[in-house]
């Protein structure tokens, strides 16, 4: 089965404690990518892959890195969360033909 | 500047009614158009999508989408509600292009009501 899958779905943290939200697809994409989703705004760009080391800035990128060492793999990393970046994140996957963008489940991140 | 509007926040209706979600955009290129449902606590699922053709495009679960080019919409509709729709839906503009990135709408917040 096709899928995208986040970890974890749900985060409380701190303000300043790095974590990771990892994502992980099975479907062989080249382009990946993160959005975050704010109520009234929708879903936001942060970062987004072409290809295996290759990762490019979207629309909010402040305050995120992203890593592409593998191509299944696209981690997004917040080396110093703030409460600003509480938000619901998806990672998605991007078919070759079809812009269709296809979405994990969703990570919901608290920081306090 | 490529955006999408969706100018209704909420919108409810009565099981069995008809539905039409709005969604107006403006994109520099030929645009590809999609409409999302998001259900609570779930990721987003492609309900249907727009490259070219036939203006009219079906989608899953009874929806169904007009391009107007001239008005620069993309509104979804449905015939006949069911209380299972009640969820965010989000229209999206892109570029059918690899690496293309998709801006999305506010979102639309559709309620059943029974």
């Known amino acids: 089965e096709a899928q995208v899958t986040q970890n974890p779905r749900y985060l409380i943290t701190v303000t300043g404690k790095k974590l990771t939200v990892t994502c992980s697809q099975n479907m062989n994409h080249e382009y990946m990518s993160w959005y975050r989703q704010d109520p009234g705004l929708g879903l936001r760009q942060i970062y987004y892959?072409?290809?295996?080391?290759?990762?490019d800035k979207g629309d909010v990128p402040e305050g995120y890195k992203v890593s592409r060492k593998e191509k299944r793999n696209f981690p997004l990393i917040l080396e110093s969360p703030s409460p600003n970046q509480t938000s619901l994140y998806f990672c998605?996957?991007?078919?070759?033909?079809?812009?269709?963008?296809?979405f994990g489940e969703g990570s919901r991140l608290t920081v306090l | 500047a490529q955006s999408v509007t969706q100018p209704d926040i909420h919108i409810t209706v009565s099981e069995g009614a008809s539905l039409e979600l709005r969604c107006n955009y403006s994109?520099?290129?030929?645009?590809?158009l999609f409409w999302y449902v998001q259900s609570p606590g779930q990721g987003l699922q492609l309900l249907l999508k727009y490259f070219s053709g036939d203006t009219l495009v079906q989608g899953i679960k009874g929806f169904e989408a007009e391009f107007k080019r001239s008005q620069s919409s993309f509104n979804l509709r449905k015939p006949s509600v069911h209380w299972s729709d009640a969820a965010e839906y989000f229209c999206?503009?892109?570029?059918?292009?690899?690496?293309?990135?998709?801006?999305f709408g506010a979102g639309t917040i559709l309620r059943v009501k029974s």
């Open positions: 994109y520099g290129a030929t645009p590809y």
């Open positions: 892959s072409m290809n295996v080391e290759v990762t």
């Open positions: 999206a503009v892109g570029a059918l292009r690899k690496g293309n990135k998709l801006v």
């Open positions: 998605a996957t991007q078919g070759a033909n079809t812009g269709e963008l296809f």
